[in-house]
């Protein structure tokens, strides 16, 4: 299977109980939608699971995967992420976007020069970050994505359009 045929849309956080369910953190705007792309893959695409959600707990979800019968073969799960075929989710409007589809993206800043490539995309609650790396950082440099910082995504062009307060540009080199 094509990696680009699949989008995370959740993680194993771990067991759930004594049968072999598994809390699962899930990504999606809906976090119950998990349940409605169909079966779900891992990332290499070698294994999938069936899931049918039992209910909400801290941090997720407690559900149960096919072919999980024990809580040994749930454990063995925690930390591995869930994949959806990308034909199963639903189109997005014109200004959101899969993180997948952000990965790679070419970076420049709002006069057309090229600052980087979009490395990563991360979450940790306070809203999307995504991270830039270029020749020209320290580090990695990681901006909001909002409007204001981010103006443009490309997806056909492969360019992300990059706004940043001088002073911020010139803390990130």
Known sequence: MDKTELIC????AGSF????????????????????YGSLYTEDGSRNF????????????????????????ADSLRGIGLFAKRDRLPNLP?????????IGLSVQDTGGLVLGKVQAMHNHGAGDLVEIMG?????GLLVPFTKEAVPLVDIKAGVMIL?????AEDDAL
């Open 9 to 12: 849309v959740g993680a194993i």
């Open 17 to 36: 109980g004594v049968r072999g369910d598994v809390r699962v953190k899930s990504f999606c705007a809906d976090p119950q939608a998990i349940a409605s």
């Open 50 to 73: 069936s899931i049918k959600l039992i209910g909400v707990v801290a941090g997720g979800l407690s559900a149960h995967l096919g072919g999980i019968a024990s809580k040994e073969e």
């Open 94 to 102: 014109a200004d959101e976007f899969y993180h997948a589809d952000l």
């Open 135 to 139: 020749a020209g950082f320290k580090d």
């Open 163 to 167: 706004d940043l307060p001088d002073e």
